[in-house]
């Protein structure tokens, strides 16, 4: 099992997509397929712009390659969400002016993350912060 911690800082628009991109390589590295390797991209790219986007401090990307799966967990310390079904909800967003004009803001980021897992849970408190945990499984690929 082997664990990679990444730190992602509020604001820092200009290097969304670094980690899923150093994760994508890391999972290839280890002969991980293509398909994990994309699944895992998505996930934690829509992960980080999130802590980009929305958390008051960034937060942290932590992903672990266990013999079963891959996990990946996203954590903040706030804002929170105040309704995560409703963040769940494709198509809402807060994004402010500035983050629709670069393009993101589609509402689809927690959905699509949902949609790459085979497990996903999401747990935020409202002034305390965010914690989503997302499993990828490996099944029966060669790098086993
Ligand atoms: N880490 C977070 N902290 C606080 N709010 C968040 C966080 N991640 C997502 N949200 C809230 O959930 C909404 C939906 O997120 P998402 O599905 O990624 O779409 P988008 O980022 O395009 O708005 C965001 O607009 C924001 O209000
Ligand atoms: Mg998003």
Redesign the pocket.
């Known amino acids: 099992m082997e664990s990679f911690t990444y730190c992602v800082r509020a604001g820092d628009v200009a290097h969304g997509g670094d980690v899923s991109s150093r994760v994508k390589s890391e999972l290839k590295n280890r002969g991980l397929p293509e398909e994990i390797a994309r699944r895992a991209g998505i996930a934690v790219f829509?992960g980080e712009?999130?802590?980009i986007?929305?958390?008051d401090q960034g937060?942290t990307v932590q992903v672990t390659i266990a013999p079963p799966a891959v996990e990946i967990e996203?954590e903040?310390e706030g804002?929170?969400?105040a309704d995560v079904e409703r963040?769940?909800t494709p198509g809402?967003?807060?994004?402010p002016d500035w983050a629709l004009e670069l393009g993101?803001?589609?509402?689809?980021?927690?959905?699509n993350m949902r949609n790459q897992c085979d497990r996903f849970e999401i747990h935020?408190r409202f002034g305390v912060g965010?914690w989503i945990r997302c499993v990828i499984d490996r099944r029966s690929d060669a790098a086993g």
Request: proline content about 3%; aromatic content about 10%; cysteine-free.
């Open positions: 829509e712009m999130n802590l986007l929305y958390a937060g996203v903040d804002p929170g969400i963040a769940l809402y967003s807060t994004a993101f803001g589609a509402g689809m980021g927690l959905v935020s965010t």
